[in-house]
């Protein structure tokens, strides 16, 4: 059974930054493309961003286009979010989930994810 483990989250200021973290359980990392979602209070869960099997392919909801960056480290087994210029209206809960795939070069959307965080509150005060 795969495990994701998300960290990072917090409470900021407008205008700040925070790096969320995802460790995912198990040896076979590489094989997941792994996505970003949120959901904040009274709204649907909606999808930030997206990342391939190998990196080579990202996703970016336009809210966020330009402030906020996905990575992996294969070999570390982690996905992660850098959150720059953060906004009030970014504040939710913070999901990663994984999806694996034979397909290195392909992300994926919101209900096509086979494993699931617990999620982190990112919290964006004004």
């Known amino acids: 059974q795969v495990q994701l483990v998300e960290s990072g989250g917090g409470l900021v200021q407008a205008g700040g930054s925070l790096r969320l973290s995802c460790a995912v359980s198990?040896?076979?990392?590489?094989?997941?493309?792994m996505g970003w979602f949120r959901q904040a209070p009274g709204k649907e869960r909606e999808s930030v961003v997206a990342?391939?099997?190998?990196?080579?392919?990202?996703y970016y909801a336009n809210s966020v286009k330009g402030r906020f960056t996905i990575s992996r480290d294969n070999a570390k087994n982690t996905v992660y979010l850098q959150m720059n210029s953060l906004k009030p209206e970014d504040t939710a809960v913070y999901y990663c989930?994984?999806?694996?795939?034979?397909?290195?070069?392909?992300?994926?959307?919101?209900?096509?994810?086979?494993?699931w965080g617990q999620g982190t509150q990112v919290t964006v005060s004004s």
């Open positions: 198990g040896r076979t990392f590489s094989s997941y493309a």
């Open positions: 989930a994984a999806k694996k795939t034979y397909y290195k070069d392909s992300y994926y959307y919101m209900g096509e994810y086979d494993y």
């Open positions: 990342i391939s099997r190998s990196g080579a392919r990202t």
